[in-house]
C-alpha cells in the first residue's frame, strides 16, 4: 500500500518534514515515472523496513503515540510532550530535570499533535518544550476532559483521576 509522505509519517509518528528528509537520507519514495511526482509516496512495508534499519529505536513504529501535560512541581511549568512509553518518559524527565512531575493528561497522538500544540502555546513556552503555568491551559485541557481542575500550580494528578472516577 502507497501513502504520501504525510499519511506515513502521522503512521509512525514523526512529522512530514522528517519524512522528506530521509527521502533525500535513502527512504524508497516513488516520485512517479518522470521523477517529479507532485505528491511522491512511499511504500508502508518497504518504508517501515527501511525505517527501522536505520533509525532502529528512534522511531516508535506501530506503537501508540501519546500526548502529555506534566507539571513541573517545583516551579509549575507544564511540558507538553509525546511519547509511546509513557512511563518510561516520565522516569526519564524526573531525571532530566531533576524534579517531581505531575500529569495533567494524557491523550492518543504523536509528534504532529504535539506540534501543534507548541504552536498553538508558543506565546508560553519558557524553553526546552515548557510552558508558564497558565489557566489557558487548564481551560484548554477542560474543554477536552470535562472536569474542573485547580490551578497548575496547586493541580495533583489525584484531583484529576477522583473526578474521572467519581
Known amino acids: 500500500m502507497r501513502v504520501t509522505y504525510q499519511e506515513f509519517a502521522e503512521r509512525i509518528g514523526v512529522t512530514h518534514g522528517t519524512v522528506k528528509r530521509w527521502a533525500l537520507e535513502g527512504l524508497p519514495v516513488d516520485r512517479g515515472a518522470n521523477g517529479k511526482a507532485r505528491y511522491p509516496t512511499v511504500d508502508l512495508v518497504e518504508g517501515r523496513a527501511w525505517v527501522q ?5 528512534s522511531v516508535a513504529i506501530d506503537r501508540v503515540g501519546l500526548v502529555y501535560f506534566v507539571v513541573r512541581d517545583n516551579d509549575g511549568a507544564v511540558k507538553i510532550g509525546w511519547t509511546s512509553d509513557i512511563e518510561r518518559r516520565f522516569q526519564e524527565i524526573r531525571k532530566e530535570w531533576n524534579c517531581s512531575i505531575q500529569p ?27 510552558f508558564a503555568p497558565a489557566n489557558e491551559i487548564v481551560q484548554w485541557i477542560e474543554e477536552l476532559v470535562p472536569v474542573p481542575l485547580r490551578p497548575l500550580a496547586k493541580a495533583k494528578p489525584r484531583d484529576l483521576e477522583l473526578k474521572l472516577s467519581g
Do not use: T
Not at 534499519?53 to 529505536?57: E, P
Not at 499533535?113 to 526546552?128: P, R, V
Open 53 to 57: 534499519a536505520n533509525r532502529g529505536g
Open 104 to 130: 495533567l493528561l494524557v491523550l492518543p497522538g504523536g509528534k504532529p499533535l504535539e506540534l501543534a500544540l507548541h504552536d498553538q502555546f508558543q506565546h508560553l513556552c519558557i524553553g526546552a518544550e515548557w
